[in-house]
């Protein structure tokens, strides 16, 4: 065999075996790859927001179970109004903050509730998860006049990322969703 095909040989057979062995390491460090369960979480559409989790369910994020209450948001049913002496304190924000592939406990409000719970001596805390995946700040705006009626927290959180600040359609009046509550005096 001349000199030519010989190097040609080598080559290929270097290359396969780098191949077959960088597989074999990135199989071996890599996570594998996420299993999707179904039914996936379900929306329904709102004329102020776009969508909105669809009520009652339960169905997967990615591969961790999830449960939405009948006011469509994250988590158990809330009463109107929190216990006496518990904390209650809303946590807006998008799919982020819904924990999109993570358990309930996963999420920042749930962590968020962990802590307080745990460093909070006498006191009690609550947070609901009012995390709506694929949302921005305009529907924020509007979530949070619907839920302050809804749940009556004492605080709120809105997280929010550079993607989640986009100009309020045309076809969304300013004020829709929007109600005057004696809460929202309290909020900073």
Known sequence: MNTCKQNL?????????????AEWVLRQVLPAPIVWKYPQESYIHDSQTGHWLASSQQAYTHDKPVSINSYGVRGPEYSRNPAAGVYRLL???????FGNGLVREDTW?????????????????????????????????????????QYNPDYVVLAFYVNDFSVRPAHVAADSGMQRSPLASRLV
């Open 9 to 21: 040989l080598l080559f290929f057979v270097t290359t396969l075996v780098a191949v077959l062995l």
């Open 91 to 97: 946590a807006l924000g998008d799919s982020q903050t």
């Open 109 to 149: 409000p749930g962590q968020l509730e962990a802590l307080l719970r745990k460093r909070g001596g006498s006191a009690a805390f609550e947070v609901i998860n009012a995390g709506l995946p694929a949302s921005d700040t305009w529907q924020h705006e509007i979530m949070l006049g619907r839920l302050l009626e």
